[in-house]
C-alpha cells in the first residue's frame, strides 16, 4: 500500500466506532465523522510493525439544539505498510493477532484491578492493527526518558507498576475463578525466543559471531564451547519463558525498556513524575514475574558498576510493594514468598541475558538509521533483520566508534554467566 492510501488502512465506520468508543462515558445523542486524516508518526521506527497517527474531525450532538464540532487524536500500530518483506514476517508470526487479543481480552480485565491506568486506552482492535489513545499529547504532560536521564527514583516508579500489573493479574486468577494460561494460552504464544521465529535465530548466530570476535575469549576452551555449545544452550529457552509448574504465574510484559516506558507528570510539570504506563504487548506471556524485573533492570542499569550498588536495593522494593499491593486486595502470597522471587530471579537470569545480547544492537542503532534502511533499502533491512547481521554490526561500526564496544558488552555476560572468565 502506497503512502497515498494510507486513508485505506480505516474506513469511515471503524473511525466512527473509534470516537463512540473514546466518548462511551459521556452523555452523548449523535456523532458524526466529519473527516480524518492518517500519517505517518515522525520519528517512531519498530522492529515489528509502522506507526502512524489518527486525526478525526466530528459533530458531536448533545441534544437537538446544542452540537459542536473536535478534533480527536489517536495513534496507530499497525503491520507494515510499506514494507512488503517485513509484512510477511509479522503476519506469519501473527505479531498483531497477539496483541489485538490481549487488548480486547485481557488487559481490561487486569485494569478493573489496578488502582491507577495500567494500559494506554485502546478504542479499536483489529488481527492487521491496533488504535490506541495518543500518549504523546502535550496536554497529557507524558514523555520518555533519555537513558542518562533515570535515577533511582524513576527505577522505583517502574518496578511499581510492574507490581501492580503482576498482583492485578493474580487477582483476576483469584476472584474471577479463571486459569489464564488455560483460557488465554492461545493468544499468549511465544513470538521471540523460539527456533521458529527467525528473528530469534538470526540473533543467536549474531551472539555466537560476537562471541568468537569477542578480545576476552580468544582461548581455546572459551572458543570451543562457543563453536561446540553455545548455540544448543541458547536456542533451548523454553523452560526459563514458560509458566512454571512451582513458581507464581502472572500476567508478565517481557519488553519493558525506553521506549515502551511513558512518564506522567503533574499540571506544573515538575521535574518528579507522577505515574508511569508501559506500552507494546506484543511479547507478553504468562511466566513467572522476575522475567519482567530483571529485563528492566538489566536493560536500565546497563553498567555492572551500578548494578552492584542498585540492583539488590530494587530487587527488595519490587518485592516489598507486590507483598502490599498483594494485602491490600486480599491475596496470599505464600505461593510466592521472597525465597521463590530469588529462586524465579535465577531462573529468569538467563533469557534476559540472551534477550538483552540480540536487543541491544538493534536498541544502539544510530538514531534514524533503521527507518532510512526501512525506507531506502528494504530487502537489505529484512536480510539484517531475519537472516544476517554480521554486515549491519560492520556497517554501523564505521558510522560510530562506539557500536562496536557497545554491543560486545552483554557477550560477556552471557560468558560469565557460563563460568568463562574474560582474558
Same mark, same amino acid.
Given at each position: 500500500?502506497?503512502?497515498?492510501?494510507?486513508?485505506?488502512?480505516?474506513?469511515?465506520?471503524?473511525?466512527?466506532?473509534?470516537?463512540?468508543?473514546?466518548?462511551?462515558?459521556?452523555?452523548?445523542?449523535?456523532?458524526?465523522?466529519?473527516?480524518?486524516?492518517?500519517?505517518?508518526?515522525?520519528?517512531?521506527?519498530?522492529?515489528?510493525?509502522?506507526y502512524f497517527?489518527?486525526?478525526?474531525?466530528?459533530?458531536?450532538?448533545?441534544?437537538?439544539?446544542?452540537?459542536?464540532?473536535?478534533?480527536?487524536?489517536?495513534?496507530?500500530?499497525?503491520?507494515?505498510?510499506?514494507?512488503?518483506?517485513?509484512?510477511?514476517?509479522?503476519?506469519?508470526?501473527?505479531?498483531?493477532?497477539?496483541?489485538?487479543?490481549?487488548?480486547?481480552?485481557?488487559?481490561?480485565n487486569?485494569?478493573?484491578?489496578?488502582?491507577?491506568?495500567?494500559?494506554?486506552?485502546?478504542?479499536?482492535?483489529?488481527?492487521?492493527?491496533?488504535?490506541?489513545?495518543?500518549?504523546?499529547?502535550t496536554?497529557?504532560?507524558?514523555?520518555?526518558?533519555?537513558?542518562?536521564?533515570?535515577?533511582?527514583?524513576?527505577?522505583?516508579?517502574?518496578?511499581?507498576?510492574?507490581?501492580?500489573?503482576?498482583?492485578?493479574?493474580?487477582?483476576?486468577?483469584?476472584?474471577?475463578?479463571?486459569?489464564?494460561?488455560?483460557?488465554?494460552?492461545?493468544?499468549?504464544?511465544?513470538?521471540?525466543?523460539?527456533?521458529?521465529?527467525?528473528?530469534?535465530?538470526?540473533?543467536?548466530?549474531?551472539?555466537?559471531?560476537?562471541?568468537?570476535?569477542h578480545?576476552?575469549?580468544?582461548?581455546?576452551?572459551?572458543?570451543?564451547?562457543i @563453536? /561446540?555449545?553455545?548455540? &544448543? #544452550? =541458547?536456542?533451548? +529457552?523454553?523452560? *526459563?519463558?514458560n509458566? $512454571?509448574? !512451582?513458581?507464581?504465574?502472572?500476567?508478565?510484559?517481557?519488553?519493558?525498556?525506553g521506549?515502551?516506558?511513558?512518564?506522567?507528570?503533574?499540571?506544573?510539570?515538575?521535574?518528579?513524575?507522577?505515574?508511569?504506563?508501559?506500552?507494546d504487548?506484543?511479547?507478553?506471556?504468562?511466566?513467572?514475574?522476575?522475567?519482567?524485573?530483571?529485563?528492566?533492570l538489566?536493560?536500565?542499569?546497563?553498567? @555492572? /558498576?551500578?548494578?552492584? &550498588? #542498585? =540492583?539488590?536495593? +530494587?530487587?527488595? *522494593?519490587?518485592?516489598? $510493594?507486590? !507483598?502490599?499491593?498483594?494485602?491490600?486486595?486480599?491475596?496470599?502470597?505464600?505461593?510466592?514468598?521472597?525465597?521463590?522471587?530469588?529462586?524465579?530471579?535465577?531462573?529468569?537470569?538467563?533469557?534476559v541475558?540472551?534477550?538483552?545480547?540480540?536487543?541491544?544492537?538493534?536498541?544502539?542503532?544510530?538514531?534514524?538509521?533503521?527507518?532510512?534502511?526501512?525506507?531506502?533499502?528494504?530487502?537489505?533491512?529484512?536480510?539484517?533483520?531475519?537472516?544476517?547481521?554480521?554486515?549491519?554490526?560492520?556497517?554501523?561500526?564505521?558510522?560510530?566508534?562506539?557500536?562496536?564496544?557497545?554491543?560486545?558488552?552483554?557477550?560477556?555476560?552471557?560468558?560469565?554467566?557460563?563460568?568463562?572468565k574474560?582474558?
Amino acid at each position: 500500500m502506497s503512502i497515498s492510501k494510507l486513508q485505506d488502512i480505516l474506513s469511515l465506520d471503524e473511525c466512527l466506532q473509534i470516537v463512540s468508543n473514546d466518548l462511551d462515558t459521556k452523555p452523548i445523542n449523535e456523532i458524526k465523522i466529519i473527516n480524518y486524516e492518517i500519517k505517518a508518526a515522525d520519528n517512531l521506527c519498530g522492529f515489528m510493525g509502522e506507526y502512524f497517527r489518527l486525526i478525526v474531525k466530528a459533530q458531536i450532538t448533545i441534544n437537538t439544539n446544542e452540537y459542536s464540532e473536535k478534533i480527536f487524536n489517536y495513534f496507530i500500530k499497525s503491520l507494515p505498510i510499506c514494507n512488503k518483506l517485513q509484512r510477511l514476517h509479522c503476519e506469519s508470526k501473527g505479531v498483531f493477532r497477539k496483541e489485538s487479543g490481549i487488548y480486547k481480552n485481557i488487559l481490561p480485565n487486569l485494569q478493573r484491578y489496578g488502582s491507577e491506568q495500567l494500559f494506554a486506552k485502546c478504542y479499536l482492535a483489529r488481527d492487521d492493527l491496533v488504535v490506541l489513545e495518543d500518549l504523546m499529547q502535550t496536554d497529557k504532560r507524558i514523555r520518555h526518558l533519555k537513558p542518562n536521564e533515570y535515577n533511582e527514583k524513576y527505577y522505583k516508579l517502574v518496578l511499581k507498576y510492574l507490581a501492580q500489573l503482576h498482583v492485578a493479574s493474580m487477582c483476576w486468577e483469584l476472584k474471577d475463578k479463571i486459569d489464564i494460561q488455560k483460557d488465554f494460552g492461545h493468544i499468549l504464544y511465544e513470538l521471540e525466543l523460539t527456533v521458529t521465529n527467525e528473528w530469534f535465530r538470526t540473533g543467536v548466530r549474531s551472539i555466537l559471531f560476537l562471541a568468537q570476535k569477542h578480545p576476552q575469549y580468544q582461548y581455546k576452551v572459551a572458543q570451543d564451547f562457543i @563453536k /561446540e555449545k553455545l548455540c &544448543d #544452550l =541458547l536456542e533451548n +529457552l523454553e523452560e *526459563f519463558i514458560n509458566a $512454571s509448574s !512451582s513458581l507464581q504465574n502472572a500476567f508478565c510484559h517481557r519488553d519493558v525498556w525506553g521506549e515502551n516506558i511513558f512518564f506522567q507528570y503533574d499540571e506544573k510539570c515538575t521535574s518528579e513524575p507522577k505515574t508511569c504506563l508501559i506500552v507494546d504487548f506484543s511479547s507478553a506471556r504468562y511466566c513467572p514475574p522476575a522475567i519482567d524485573i530483571l529485563y528492566f533492570l538489566y536493560n536500565n542499569l546497563s553498567s @555492572k /558498576e551500578e548494578r552492584v &550498588d #542498585l =540492583l539488590k536495593i +530494587l530487587l527488595d *522494593f519490587y518485592y516489598k $510493594s507486590l !507483598s502490599e499491593l498483594a494485602r491490600n486486595l486480599n491475596l496470599n502470597l505464600e505461593t510466592y514468598t521472597r525465597k521463590h522471587f530469588d529462586e524465579d530471579c535465577q531462573r529468569a537470569l538467563l533469557p534476559v541475558l540472551v534477550q538483552r545480547a540480540i536487543c541491544e544492537p538493534l536498541m544502539k542503532l544510530p538514531e534514524g538509521w533503521a527507518q532510512k534502511m526501512r525506507d531506502e533499502e528494504s530487502e537489505v533491512y529484512d536480510h539484517y533483520m531475519n537472516v544476517d547481521r554480521t554486515e549491519m554490526f560492520l556497517r554501523v561500526s564505521q558510522l560510530d566508534k562506539n557500536y562496536w564496544d557497545l554491543i560486545l558488552k552483554p557477550i560477556q555476560e552471557i560468558m560469565e554467566y557460563f563460568g568463562f572468565k574474560g582474558q
